[in-house]
Each structure stands twice: as structure tokens, then as C-alpha cells.
């Protein structure tokens, strides 16, 4: 049996040019992505039929299903015709045909008279503090998360709280039906992560979140957004998010709105731990202010708005008592710490021009879209809200909000004096979320 002649040399070349070109690609973005604080990017397909029997709903062909490229097309409208009485048929049989879905216990049980509620996006830093506040006042609280390895540790830590779990994903719609049987208020708080592609989670998803929410009757929506995001229609996160509010206003379901400036809690990995370990810290040379509000007060908000009527189809800010500038924020942390900064200044030209050469490559979009945040960093933009009008609707104090000055001593008097000699900041960053510092 003869053998094959060797391959000729000059095609051998060719063969490891694209192998050669890739991995000059993938470490040009590494290093790009790497120079980048995580502070200039926010940390913000159709449902499967829904059985008859799971609501009485009526179909009609007068809505209009939103379109990322402008406009809306038409297609069909799910009108609940929800009833003033109880449901006749018990919350717990239903549950039982999904094995997806952790099952009750008897504390749970009764504290359903006061309702079921579906967190999305449980898992992030918001979420978490939504599914904590819910459970101690009261609500059943049921979680649609993810099966992936990142999510392992929150998914134990929810259950842990008395929270059930259902497996799903917002990119597979079909998954979404079952987390919502019996369920009388949705709070939306997911966004996509770093890693993954924008469009799925907080475009698509979404729409199939909303569109199954419409078709099983629940009778809450509430979302979160971004402030200002209807300024920023280039910042595709923002834009996303201002279509999702346009698209809440052609439903019929009870929504509530509330835009975000930022998270303190963000403010802790990108400042307060790399300076009390001497690493370099990002800065810039923007005058945008930031009104950071603290997760534990964002969630008290929102679980305020869920039986408030007043709430209903409207949108309010939740943004902190005053907003600062990046180099206000690092002078801050060196107050509270003892500290000096080492800061490295990032020109917004510098963001933007990464984010143009990250345009080039296809497979480059989605980092590159997420460096589109630096447009509202380079126009000095001011995040922040009137808080008056939301505390006054919702009944809260606003004296009682946490001023950044009061989250940023906390942290630093409480958690760093006791892990002085840890020098994992994933672990202290742990450490302070579950403390609610």
C-alpha cells in the first residue's frame, strides 16, 4: 500500500496562518479588555405555548412586538382578564409536575397568602438583596437561575435563605413558562454578564420574559433600567434598555419602572480593595458624576412598589443622596483607608479608540459594545435622580437612603479590620455583600 506524498510546504504555511492570525486576535482583546476598568461597563426568541387551562386570556392582533432597529411589529397581544378572587386551584400541585422547582416547605406555605414573587437575576448584586428583602417580608420567593458553574455559590446561597430554585435561562424561552406558574409579581433585575453577548439576555430575553408574563396573567412587572439611557441610543446597553421601557408601555401589564444610576457595592473591587493592597486604580479626567445608590436600599425601594398601586405604570428613580466624580470616589476610599492611591489616569479618547479597533472584528462586538459605556463618561455626564418623588410615593425616608460616605466607612471599619491578613479581594468582596455593608 503506497503512501501519501507529504504535503507541500508552501500549503503546510497556509495551513497555520488562520490558527497563527486567531491567536494574535484573542490576545490583543485580552490585553485591551484587561487595561479596562470594570466601572466603564454597567455590572446592567418567542415564549413556548403556555397551556389553556394556566390563565384565561383572550388573544387579540392589535399589539406591536418591538424591533432593535427601529419600530414594532405587529403581532399578537396576550390580554389578561385577570379576577378580583383567589386562584381556585392550589399554588403547590402545580409546582409538582416541574422537578425543576424546589419544593415548599410548611414556613413557605404560609407565607404564600401574601403572594409569590419571580426574581430574575437573583444571583447578581441586586438580586440577591431583592430575594432577601422579599423573604423577610414575607413573600414566597422564587428564582430563575441559571445551570452554570458561576452560578453554583449564589444558587446554594438563595436556596439556603428558603428561596426555590427553578433552572432556566433568559436565551432559551422555552424555560421561562415554568418559573412562572403561580406567580403574582415579576422583578426583572438580570442583565447580562461581561462575557456574554448583549442582545440575548437584555433584548431577547426580555421580550420573552415580558410576552410569557402577559400570557400567564401575572399581574407585576417590575424592571429595572438605567438613568438617562434614552439619551445614549449609540451605548447599546442603554439603548436596549430604553426599548425594553418603550416596550412595557404597549403591554397591559402593571409595570413599574426604576432607573439606576450605579451600585456602591461596584465601587468596592474597582477602588476600595485595590487601594488598601496598593494596587493602581483607574481614573479620569471627566467631570461625570455618579449618585450610587446602596443595593440594600434599592431593594427595600422596590419591594415597597410591589402592592402599591400607585406604582403601577409609571417609572422612578433610584439613585443615592448625592452623586460624586471618580477622582471624588478615590479621594474617599484614601480617607477611610489610611491609604494613597496609585491612579491611572484613562483618557476617554483612549476607551474609544479601543472600542474602534474592537468594531473591526466581528467577533469583537460584544466587548466592543460594552466599551461604549465611555461615550457617557467622555460627555461629563450627571447620573442621578430626583429621589423626593420616589421616597414620597413609596413612603420611605429619605434620610434613611445610605449616603456614599456612611457605605464607604462602614466597609472599611468593619470588613478590612477583620481580614487584614486576607489578601483575596473575590473573598472580602464576598464577604461584604453577604455582611449588607
Avoid at 410576552?211 to 438613568?227: C, H, K, L, N, P
Avoid at 450610587?292 to 398601586?309: C, G, H, K, P, T
Avoid at 455626564?381 to 420616589?390: E, Q
Wanted: with cysteine.
Amino acid at each position: 500500500m503506497e503512501s501519501r506524498p507529504p504535503m507541500p510546504l508552501m500549503r503546510s504555511k497556509r495551513a497555520i496562518y488562520p490558527t497563527i492570525l486567531t491567536i494574535c486576535a484573542a490576545s490583543i482583546l485580552t490585553i485591551c479588555l484587561s487595561s479596562v476598568p470594570t466601572r466603564f461597563y454597567p455590572s446592567i426568541a418567542s415564549p413556548a405555548p403556555v397551556n389553556s387551562n394556566t390563565a384565561t386570556r383572550s388573544i387579540s392582533t392589535n399589539a406591536a412586538r418591538p424591533s432593535l432597529s427601529g419600530g414594532f411589529h405587529r403581532c399578537p397581544r396576550v390580554e389578561s382578564q385577570r379576577s378580583t378572587s383567589p386562584r381556585s386551584y392550589p399554588r403547590s400541585g402545580r409546582l409538582q409536575a416541574f422537578s425543576s422547582v424546589t419544593s415548599a416547605s410548611p414556613a413557605e406555605e404560609s407565607s404564600q397568602a401574601k403572594g409569590t414573587i419571580l426574581v430574575v437575576g437573583g444571583t447578581g448584586t441586586l438580586g440577591r438583596q431583592i430575594v432577601r428583602r422579599a423573604l423577610s417580608d414575607g413573600y414566597t420567593v422564587r428564582c430563575l437561575v441559571r445551570s452554570r458553574f458561576e452560578s453554583e455559590e449564589g444558587r446554594r446561597v438563595l436556596q439556603g435563605w428558603g428561596a426555590q430554585i427553578v433552572g432556566g435561562d433568559l436565551g432559551q424561552a422555552t424555560s421561562i413558562p415554568p418559573a412562572m406558574l403561580g406567580v403574582d409579581a415579576v422583578i426583572d433585575c438580570a442583565t447580562a454578564r461581561p462575557e456574554e453577548p448583549l442582545k440575548r439576555v437584555d433584548w431577547d430575553g426580555k421580550v420573552a420574559l415580558i410576552e410569557t408574563a402577559q400570557a400567564m396573567g401575572v399581574d407585576r412587572y417590575i424592571f429595572f433600567s438605567i438613568d438617562k439611557c434614552h439619551d445614549y441610543p449609540e451605548v447599546k446597553l442603554m439603548d436596549m434598555k430604553a426599548k425594553t421601557e418603550d416596550y412595557l408601555k404597549q403591554t397591559n401589564l402593571n409595570y413599574t419602572v426604576f432607573k439606576l444610576c450605579g451600585f456602591m457595592q461596584a465601587l468596592v473591587s474597582s477602588y476600595a480593595i485595590p487601594i488598601v493592597e496598593g494596587e493602581n486604580v483607574w481614573g479620569t479626567d471627566s467631570s461625570s458624576k455618579i449618585a450610587y445608590i446602596n443595593s440594600v436600599d434599592a431593594a427595600r425601594l422596590a419591594l415597597a412598589s410591589v402592592d402599591n398601586e400607585a406604582t403601577h405604570r409609571g417609572t422612578f428613580s433610584l439613585a443615592g443622596p448625592t452623586a460624586y466624580t471618580t477622582d471624588e470616589v478615590i479621594a474617599l476610599c484614601e480617607k477611610f483607608s489610611g491609604s494613597d492611591a496609585k491612579v491611572i489616569k484613562a483618557p476617554g479618547f483612549f476607551l474609544q479608540a479601543v472600542r474602534s479597533f474592537l468594531n473591526l472584528f466581528k467577533w469583537a462586538q460584544d466587548a466592543a459594545d460594552r466599551l461604549s459605556f465611555s461615550e457617557v463618561i467622555s460627555r461629563n455626564t450627571v447620573l442621578s435622580g430626583d429621589m423626593k418623588t420616589t421616597c414620597e410615593v413609596l413612603k420611605i425616608d429619605p434620610e434613611s437612603l445610605t449616603s456614599l460616605p456612611e457605605y464607604l466607612e462602614s466597609f472599611f471599619n468593619t470588613i478590612l479590620s477583620k481580614v487584614q491578613k486576607i489578601k483575596k479581594s473575590e473573598y472580602v468582596s464576598t464577604v461584604a455583600r453577604d455582611l449588607e455593608i
